[in-house]
Structure formats: C-alpha cells, structure tokens
C-alpha cells in the first residue's frame, strides 16, 4: 500500500487504511479500539497477526494483541503498508499464523516530511498532530512526530453490570523520533525511540467491555553494511508495555518487557540465487502488576 493510497483515503487510523483490501478484516468496536485479521478470522483483540514497524514488533506478547492506537506513527509519515498472506507467514514466527503487516516510514536521511494537523468532529474529537524533518547534506537526518487526540465516548453500554466501564473520554497521545547517520557510503545506522499512551474503551475476547490504560514506549538501533560478503544487518530493540484493564468485576494488569537482538547476511551466488541467514534472540519477561 503505497504513500499515494494512503492520502487518497480519508483515514484516521492505519486500520482504516487496511480495510479496502482484500483479505483483510477490520472490526472497530469502540473509537480507539481496532481488531484486524486475516484470513476471514476477526474477533475483539484478533491474537494470530504479527505487524511490525521498520521490522520493529509491536505485536503485543503480554496478551497475544495489537493495540493500535499505540503505534506512535503518523499517516504522513508511511511510506508503505506491506501485507503478508498465505502460508510464508510461517517464516515470520508463532505470532503471523495469520498474516505480517509491516508498517515502514520514510527516511529522515533522503525523506523531508513536515506537517502541522488539527481535526476536530463530533462528540468533542480534536486531534493535533506535528511532524518535523531536519536533514543535514545526506550525511544525517532526524524526523520528530508528536500527536494527540481525545473524543468523549457514548454513554451506550454493553450490558447493565457494564455500565459505568463503556463511557468515558478517549485520549491517546505520542511522541516518535527517528534518527538516521550514514557512517559511510556503505554503512548507515539509525535509531528510533517512542511513547504512547492511551485511555480507552474497548473489548476483551470474551466480549466484555474493558476500560483500557495502556503506555508503551520502544527503543531501536540498527545498522546495515553492504560488504563484500553481502548485506550485512543488524538490529537490537527494547519494548516495554505497561497495560491496565478495568471490567465490572476489578481492575488487572500487565508489565511487559520485551528485548530482541537480529543479525543476518544477504547475499547472492550467481546471478540465480540469493540466501538469507539470519539469527535472533528474544528475551520476554511479563509481571501481573495488578489483580489475580
């Protein structure tokens, strides 16, 4: 899905762009609350669909979900969506049984991107969102994005023992820098960092309404050498999730940490033939921060 398709849709949210493409299924269930599938199989929280930014995961391990609304990248900043369907989704892991959607950005390094947004509509939405490129002669480039927004749900509830979980204002908030250095006419590293956080109402997958409070924040470096042994990769990021639900009958929660390190190496024998060997390593740790 290209840069192009993205401004042609009067979207605010990145499912809103998924959902004009075939194969993929896209359920709002509350204003900030979004569940994607692939494969015809969709429910609150769709646990089987890995999506990535700049091959970054922001499927969220904790609870087998991705929240949507925490992914703290702009519209004006993709430059393509990437959907993965059919069964190489097994190459990418136990959690893209379903399918892979890779969100990348521009560039800092070769991309200006600069924009100042606000949006406001019914039931009190307002949205504000900046994004500002610098660039320094192809040799560095860094790109901020801030973003905030808040709307005042309806009173409507689920059920009447949910009645005080399913109202309530939505706010989401973030902030995401990307940073970009070429080392070299063959090397280039480049760091990324984020925050979000958002209050919502939503869904769980037994169908309950749930309160949300949800901070995220994510730190990455990569660097990539064309050598001559080939295209040498590699990356390290730090994710860290600190989710709370409340449903009728408490409150419960989740800190979740998640450090993966990737090295691989791109190359070609003849002019037929390209291999790919890669190595990863994952270290997950969850503490239930709050309830039973």
């Not at 979000?196 to 949300?212: I, P």
């Not at 070609?268 to 060997?277: N, Q, S």
Request: proline share 3%; aromatic share 10%; no cysteine.
């Amino acid at each position: 899905i290209s840069a192009e398709d993205i401004a042609r849709y009067p979207a605010r949210e990145i499912p809103d762009i998924l959902r004009h493409y075939a194969g993929v299924s896209v359920r709002q269930n509350t204003n900030g609350d979004y569940s994607v599938g692939i494969r015809g199989y969709n429910q609150p929280g769709a646990e089987r669909l890995l999506v990535l930014v700049n091959g970054r995961q922001v499927y969220e391990d904790y609870y087998g979900l991705v929240s949507w609304d925490n992914i703290p990248v702009e519209l004006s900043e993709i430059r393509q969506i990437e959907i993965v369907r059919g069964p190489n989704t097994a190459l990418f892991g136990f959690n893209a049984t379903s399918g892979v959607i890779n969100i990348v950005t521009y560039n800092p390094l070769f991309d200006d991107v600069d924009l100042a947004e606000a949006d406001v509509g019914l039931n009190g939405y307002k949205k504000a969102t900046g994004v500002y490129t610098f660039q320094n002669d192809g040799v560095f480039g860094a790109r901020l994005s801030v973003s905030g927004s808040e709307i005042d749900e309806d009173t409507n509830s689920y059920s009447p023992a949910e009645s005080n979980i399913l109202k309530g204002q939505d706010s989401a908030r973030s902030i995401n820098a990307d940073v970009v250095l070429k080392l070299n006419d063959t090397m280039q590293m480049r760091f990324e960092g984020s925050t979000s956080d958002t209050e919502k109402n939503a869904f769980s997958a037994y169908y309950d309404g749930t309160r949300n409070e949800d901070t995220f924040t994510s730190l990455k470096a990569n660097l990539t050498a064309d050598t001559d042994y080939g295209i040498i990769d590699a990356t390290i990021y730090r994710n860290n999730a600190d989710a709370v639900f409340t449903v009728p009958n408490g409150r419960f929660g989740f800190k979740n940490s998640v450090i993966v390190a990737q090295l691989s190496d791109t190359f070609k024998l003849g002019t037929d033939h390209t291999f790919r060997i890669a190595g990863e390593f994952r270290d997950n740790s969850t503490d239930h921060a709050i309830g039973t």
